[in-house]
């Protein structure tokens, strides 16, 4: 599923003459490498094999295709792939492939070192192996077969069809880390689709990727974003207006890309969808595929359940079980929204995987949809943790017989909620600064924040950012300098009035409201009674909204605010009765705050400014977001230092007027300008 944007703004379109990190750049293109004969049903040509230089160092040890079925067939086709875990592939060239960026923290994972001297030579380097026309020694492509249940409904085989296994390199430390190309070209599991990623979507997996591991958050990685002059076709809003884009390449790096639906592969004819897995009957893949993943990923419980398999599979289900609630939290935490919650998109060690249709969370609303597909709101902000429990349901379903369904769903139900609960809590305290005691009602007065955030349409992350500074003492002066400072984090007439606007047609929705009552099996069928009510609701607010003034407003959300803060200071005073130095323990509280509340996070329209500059030819501002994410919790003097840095690159005049129109709207960390509401991800 590609990720796409709306704007209804004005595209900046000024010709960028070629320089440094630009389309067209001297140094970034390469000539095309002569090409391999192709794989049978492949497309033009394979990749130049070789490796060297800055690269040359990686040393691949490609454990899973020694350890897991290998496809016997050559045909590089879109087809059923039974009994294998893999199917060897090759990625497709692309014509002169460049670097957008790269991660150095994440390359650094590999063993690669910022290159020390000709870094130019280091991105053509990069472009060439990481683009997929070039293979590195030692690499052994291959497609990783899975299925998956998507949006509640088993889909059958599905696999890797835009993304391909390279191998596995060993790191500095002997640990081992599987690379991935997403967007390489077909493989056995593209289907009608082309294999190919564009640079939009690759330009939102790379930064998100980055972003949620300087926020401490359990993800797969990505190395670097490469680009190129090879054109696909793409209708993005499925509106029958399709358009050309750049074919783009994104290098992942985990310890495993391994899914709860690799496990489906074995199952058999659904009854609601006729579907079926690839691999019915083969319970030895099944044997293989947990031996492989609890030892090598779960190396404890394989030592402490050597002989005894049933107890061993169990401790494992109920590690990922405990990892996924973890996880999960972490995402409500930081208002994350992964979008695509299928049972394929759910890592079996417990990452946040596949970034697709994703958002984070701006003005805070429960039941947030940051994916534009996602019609009857399956996976929004807070139906995530309960779909994440649903997947794991059917992860234990995909174990039977090697862990009996009565021991694997007896263990979710005694660890997902309160693990979940426990970590979320546990999170929740160090954001709000209650550092000393762990009281009952902390859990109320999370809920009741949220409220208020609701009520005020507050913006989640900023709310929480301005919450360390706030003053315990009860100076008027200082609590109506806060007030105003929250309070301009709240959203407007305007933006509650684009957030509100009824979304049908009115004589759609008197058709929907009669065909309920008068034929309601027939109304079920292309409408719910959820999203008429959520509809009903809107057309309720968005009328009370025409007659709301900014002040009204500002008074009512002053109030609301007042109501709460005075909850939180009484919170506070207890954490002070409990201790001797106040002074030591405001810094102390403050502290965790800041470590737990970010200042920077992907916002859509950060992202989309970042695309719009790249589709241009100008790349330095996915490499400013970059380096903004990597620091996330740090006040960052609006990136003034990194900005020149990019411009003393060779931006000429005309490249500089288009990228700064582009960055000087807003600072990084400020909510998001009322464009953004316009902005659609699907």
Request: charged share 25%; aromatic share 8%; with cysteine.
């Amino acid at each position: 599923m590609a990720a796409a944007l709306r704007s209804g703004r004005r595209f900046c379109l000024l010709p960028l003459p070629a320089g440094p990190g630009r389309l067209g750049s001297p140094g970034a293109a390469m000539q095309q490498p002569a090409a391999l004969p192709a794989r049978p049903g492949g497309p033009e040509g394979g990749a130049q094999a070789g490796g060297g230089g800055w690269l040359g160092a990686l040393r691949f040890d490609n454990l899973a295709l020694r350890s897991l079925p290998v496809d016997a067939s050559e045909d590089g086709g879109p087809r059923a792939v039974p009994g294998a875990c893999f199917s060897r592939v090759r990625p497709s060239p692309l014509q002169n492939p460049r670097l957008v960026a790269m991660s150095l923290p994440a390359l650094a994972l590999l063993g690669l070192e910022a290159p020390a001297a000709d870094r130019e030579a280091a991105e053509a380097e990069a472009a060439l192996y990481f683009s997929g026309n070039g293979l590195l020694a030692g690499s052994e492509p291959a497609a990783h077969c899975y299925c998956g249940h998507q949006f509640g409904s088993f889909a059958g085989q599905l696999g890797d069809g835009a993304a391909m296994y390279l191998g596995e390199v060993l790191g500095p430390r002997g640990e081992r880390w599987e690379i991935q190309l997403k967007g390489a070209g077909l493989t056995p599991f593209s289907r009608q689709a082309d294999g190919r990623k564009v640079l939009r979507s690759s330009i939102r997996e790379f930064l998100c990727s980055e972003a949620m591991f300087h926020l401490g958050i359990p993800t797969t990685r990505a190395g670097t974003c490469v680009t190129s002059d090879s054109k696909v076709v793409r209708d993005i809003f499925y509106d029958g207006n399709p358009k050309s884009e750049r074919c783009t390449v994104v290098l992942r790096i985990a310890s495993t890309f391994i899914r709860f639906g690799s496990f489906e592969i074995f199952k058999p004819t659904d009854e609601y969808t006729g579907r079926k897995g690839p691999s019915v009957n083969r319970n030895d893949i099944r044997i293989q595929m947990l031996d492989y993943v609890i030892s090598t990923f779960y190396p404890e419980i394989q030592e402490a359940y050597s002989d005894n398999t049933i107890q061993r599979n169990a401790a494992f289900f109920k590690e990922i079980t405990k990892r996924t609630a973890r996880l999960v939290a972490e995402w409500q935490c930081v208002g994350f929204c992964h979008g695509v919650l299928n049972t394929d998109n759910m890592s079996i060690v417990g990452l946040t995987i596949d970034y697709g249709p994703f958002g984070f969370m701006d003005r805070y609303d429960p039941e947030h949809i940051c994916n534009g597909s996602d019609n009857t709101g399956r996976y929004a902000y807070n139906k995530q943790p309960e779909i994440c429990k649903w997947n794991l349901g059917k992860l234990a379903e995909a174990l039977v017989p090697e862990l009996p369904l009565e021991i694997s769903e007896l263990i979710l139900e005694e660890e997902y909620d309160a693990e979940f609960e426990k970590h979320y809590l546990q999170k929740m305290r160090k954001k709000l600064g209650l550092i000393q005691l762990e009281l009952e009602e902390d859990s109320k007065l999370v809920s009741e924040l949220l409220e208020t955030m609701h009520l005020t349409g507050g913006d989640f992350t900023n709310t929480f950012y301005l919450l360390s500074s706030f003053s315990i003492d009860s100076d008027p002066s200082k609590l109506e300098d806060f007030l105003e400072k929250l309070t301009s984090q709240c959203a407007s007439v305007e933006e509650l009035k684009v957030a509100f606007k009824p979304q049908m047609d009115p004589r759609q929705l008197s058709m929907m409201l009669m065909l309920a009552q008068s034929n309601p099996q027939l109304f079920a069928l292309i409408g719910t009674k959820a999203n008429i009510n959520k509809e009903l609701e809107r057309i309720e607010q968005f009328s009370k909204l025409q007659q709301l003034t900014a002040a009204d407003l500002l008074s009512r959300n002053k109030r609301q605010w007042k109501e709460w803060l005075e909850k939180y200071r009484v919170r506070l005073q207890k954490e002070i009765e409990s201790i001797s130095d106040a002074d030591t323990w405001n810094t102390d509280r403050v502290k965790v705050m800041n470590s737990n509340n970010p200042k920077y996070i992907l916002r859509n329209y950060i992202a989309q400014n970042a695309i719009e500059a790249a589709e241009n030819g100008d790349f330095s501002e996915v490499r400013n977001v970059l380096k903004l994410l990597e620091n996330p919790f740090q006040e960052a003097e609006d990136f003034r230092e990194v900005q020149e840095d990019a411009e003393e690159e060779g931006a000429t005049a005309t490249a500089a007027a288009c990228a700064q129109e582009t960055r000087s709207r807003l600072p990084y960390c400020s909510k998001p300008p009322l464009w953004a509401s316009e902005l659609c991800v699907t």
